[in-house]
């Protein structure tokens, strides 16, 4: 047990009160100056970050890796996740849910992401290129353990193809960034 004195407690009626018995922990939690400690934390390890959707990100992230704990199975929300990841680390503009041709904008460039499950065994993914209306594609990748990285490549990088799809592996990806 810790011995009070001065340093860490005040004397009232003839005894030493610690200051961690008066003072409540929510209050520490939720005062200004912690708050600003945070965003100011946040924003170091985030810069292009909309700071709203952090918590979002993590508690997502979370709730799938408890999910799969718990249950040995995935819950469907990896793409959500990567498109978290992308207007966190990467300062993408999200579009509206279901917009056509992209998911996004950074700066100029219309973005589309595409998120690789720690499902995918293979490690990949495919992209339309047909009716989709990008100059930039970020892949997102959440390995087995839930931890994310992501790549980003200008479509003009892209192989060229024919077909409407095009199939891209994560270990690819490096040669084309």
């Given amino acids: 047990m810790e011995v009070l004195g001065p340093d860490n407690a005040f004397w009232i009626d003839g005894e030493w009160i610690s200051w961690d018995s008066i003072i409540d922990p929510d209050e520490v939690r939720y005062s200004r100056l912690a708050e600003l400690e945070r965003e100011?934390?946040?924003?170091?390890?985030?810069?292009?970050a909309d700071l709203t959707l952090v918590p979002y990100f993590h508690d997502l992230l979370a709730l799938a890796q408890s999910y799969f704990n718990d249950t040995g199975q995935h819950l469907n929300v990896y793409g959500d996740i990567g498109e978290l990841f992308g207007a966190i680390m990467y300062g993408i503009k999200l579009h509206n849910n279901h917009a056509k041709g992209s998911d996004g904008r950074m700066g100029d460039d219309f973005v589309e992401i595409k998120t690789i499950?720690?499902?995918?065994?293979?490690e990949q993914t495919s992209v339309r290129l047909d009716d989709r209306h990008f100059s930039t594609l970020l892949v997102v990748k959440i390995d087995a353990d839930f931890n994310?990285?992501?790549r980003l490549i200008k479509r003009t990088n892209l192989p060229r193809r024919d077909s409407k799809n095009i199939r891209l592996s994560w270990d690819?990806?490096?040669d084309l960034e």
Wanted: charged content about 25%; aromatic content about 4%.
């Fill in 172 to 174: 690819g990806l490096a």
């Fill in 40 to 48: 100011a934390e946040l924003r170091h390890r985030y810069p292009k």
């Fill in 117 to 122: 499950a720690p499902t995918n065994t293979k």
């Fill in 148 to 150: 994310v990285s992501g």
